[in-house]
Nanobody
Framework: QPQFVESGGGLVQPGGSLILSCVASGWTLANSPVGWFRQVPGKGPEAVSCIRSSDGITYYAESVKGRFAISRDNAKNAVYMQMNNLRPDDTGVYHC??????????????????WGQGAQVSVSS
């Protein structure tokens, strides 16, 4: 099974910034869309951002548009997410995933069977 190692999470105050990183092994990220999903206790996986491999087309949840930016480095088999102006409702465990992504429909979906431990992001004053 592929392994994803997420890092960069932490505890920040509202308005702060973080950069999440995900490095994959056993899977070539350049061959598929990649996304970041947020998991909060008691809720299903929530798509935060996705990026298509062929042309870099992206998807962002409405709540993070203008604050988060996803990027990828195919040479390092890695994907990143710059998170700015963080808010308390951004709190959760962020997982790097291989999603089902339709840019035409504006849909990025994943069932929640994660291949890594995720990165905990906590936003609190």
């Amino acid at each position: 099974q592929p392994q994803f190692v997420e890092s960069g999470g932490g505890l920040v105050q509202p308005g702060g910034s973080l950069i999440l990183s995900c490095v994959a092994s056993g899977w070539t990220l350049a061959n598929s869309p990649v996304g970041w999903f947020r998991q909060v206790p008691g809720k299903g996986p929530e798509a935060v951002s996705c990026i298509r491999s062929s042309d870099g087309i992206t998807y962002y949840a409405e709540s993070v548009k203008g604050r988060f930016a996803i990027s990828r480095d195919n040479a390092k088999n890695a994907v990143y997410m710059q998170m700015n102006n963080l808010r308390p409702d951004d709190t959760g465990v962020y997982h790097c995933v291989i999603p089902q992504f339709s840019a035409a429909l504006g849909i990025c979906h994943h069932e929640g069977n994660y291949w890594g431990q995720g990165a905990q992001v906590s936003v609190s004053s």
